[in-house]
């Protein structure tokens, strides 16, 4: 059973109804909470809406990017939501089960890998410059900023569900590193 969110759940209506079905987002719980500060909620559905639908990167990559931040970040309501649309996006199951150790698995292009080396980067507190390399070379500026943005906005959804007390009860696969079943740094 999952605890009471630490804020009051906002009914939404008049044109935050409007924002959110523009964003293509149901009025869930993160939603609800948020809208607590309307000018605020409205700006994450903006940025959020932006990051998922008018991306040009591969959203099947980004969704493997929410994902992975979810893992890490042991964020169950993070992990709950994007795994459908993981699926959606056309990630293949064994992927994401294979996320946890996906430094050793065959089943990742080269701009996947370099993607989730970005997430994982960020979230243990440094990018290091053989990342941001490998990433523009690999991706145009505005595609590599896409990238930067997406995992930067869902490398700060779990901190904040995590504040507002918002988890679902799903289970998430805890990553490991890549050949033995130490957890990762930051676990």
């Not at 500026?141 to 700060?156: K, P, Q, R």
């Amino acid at each position: 059973m999952t605890a009471a969110p630490s804020l009051p759940l906002i009914e939404l209506d008049g044109p935050l109804t409007t924002v959110l079905t523009e964003a293509g987002a149901t009025p869930a719980d993160l939603y609800r909470v948020l809208a607590n500060q309307p000018v605020l909620l409205e700006g994450w559905l903006r940025l959020a809406g932006a990051l998922r639908n008018g991306a040009r990167t591969s959203r099947a990559t980004r969704e493997l990017m929410i994902l992975r931040a979810a893992q890490l970040m042991n964020a169950s309501y993070q992990w709950r939501d994007h795994r459908e649309m993981a699926r959606v996006a056309g990630v293949a199951d064994g992927a994401v089960q294979a996320l946890a150790h996906w430094q050793a698995s065959d089943l990742f292009d080269v701009e996947q890998r370099t993607a989730l080396a970005l997430v994982d980067a960020m979230i243990q507190g440094h990018v290091p410059q053989e990342v941001l390399l490998e990433l523009t070379e690999r991706f145009s500026a505005s595609d590599a900023l896409e990238l930067i943005l997406t995992a930067g906005f869902y490398c700060m959804v779990p901190r904040v569900l995590d504040a507002l007390r918002l988890s679902a009860d799903v289970e998430v696969p805890r990553p490991f590193s890549n050949n033995n079943d130490t957890p990762i740094k930051g676990d």
